[in-house]
């Protein structure tokens, strides 16, 4: 399975972006998302969205970032307002269920002014 991501850059503190993960199977039963790392930093979760449409964040982008997934086009895309300095990190799109756990490449996210 492949996780082919994209939409990171730089950007200054306060503006907007989108990241999208494509996965090249169904992810119909899987849960999927984003993760993040920075130097010096574990991993970190950021948003996951299960089947059902359930999300979850990291309570550091409550309010700032939205999830979604498209079935039909089985991905899943991350919106980020209000973007911080805290925010820069690589991101790395996740599919998941109970018996397989894949990642994708990361795509780096750098918020600075």
């Known amino acids: 399975v492949q996780l082919q991501a994209s939409g990171g850059g730089l950007v200054q503190p306060g503006e907007s972006l989108k990241l999208s993960c494509t996965a090249s199977r169904s992810i119909a039963g899987f849960e999927m998302g984003w993760y993040r790392q920075s130097p010096m930093k574990q991993r970190e979760l950021v948003a996951i969205?299960?089947?059902?449409?359930?999300?979850n964040f990291a309570d550091s982008v409550m309010g700032r970032f939205t999830i979604s997934r498209d079935h039909a086009k089985n991905s899943v895309s991350l919106q980020m307002n209000s973007l911080k300095p805290e925010d820069t990190a690589v991101y790395y799109c996740?599919?998941?269920?109970?018996?397989?756990?894949?990642w994708g490449q990361g795509t780096e996210v750098t918020v600075s002014s």
């Open positions: 996740n599919l998941r269920n109970v018996f397989k756990n894949y």
């Open positions: 969205t299960s089947g059902t449409g359930r999300a």
